[in-house]
């Protein structure tokens, strides 16, 4: 069974061949992202690339939701904290929440994810059109960048 990628963004060249825009994301966290940004959008090239910053609570595995997109790669960069993230393919989820919404491309699953990985503060998980993912699945605060990679 095939998993989500994850590993520290010093080594995100590995990655560059999954995607044309990944080099560019990759570069962005490394070189543009302020550590003081503020929670909210970053534009990095309209709506084809864009960066959310993010605190919250953990929500623990227990109250980590499976969610998929369909339009968007997920680059999601731990800032500080340690997140927990799950994993399940898409296509062995079976029991969505609602109907997919396509203004904010999320669904959302009942289903319990398949694998789980801690992702330390200056690490990256990646997550593809055919990942479902639970992120936020740590405990206590997490901050985060998430850029948003047009399929």
């Not at 520290?8 to 825009?21: I, R």
């Not at 699953?109 to 503060?121: E, N, P, Y």
Request: aromatic share 10%.
């Amino acid at each position: 069974m095939a998993q989500f990628i994850t590993d520290q963004l010093e080594n995100a060249e590995a990655c560059f061949s999954l995607h044309p825009l990944l080099e560019r994301a990759f570069a962005f966290l490394r070189a543009e992202l302020p550590e003081d940004a503020p929670d909210g959008r970053v534009d990095i090239d309209g709506d084809r690339m864009f960066c959310l910053v993010s605190t919250g609570q953990g929500r623990g595995r227990q109250n980590a939701r499976l969610e998929a997109h369909r339009r968007y790669i997920d680059l999601q960069f731990v800032l500080s904290g340690t997140d927990v993230m799950g994993w399940k393919p898409l296509k062995r989820c079976l029991s969505p929440e609602s109907d997919f919404d396509a203004e904010r491309d999320i669904v959302f699953f009942r289903d319990d994810a398949s694998v789980w990985k801690t992702v330390q503060a200056g690490s990256f998980a990646l997550f593809f059109p055919d990942d479902a993912h639970a992120p936020m699945g740590g405990e206590g605060l997490i901050r985060k960048a998430v850029v948003k990679i047009a399929v």
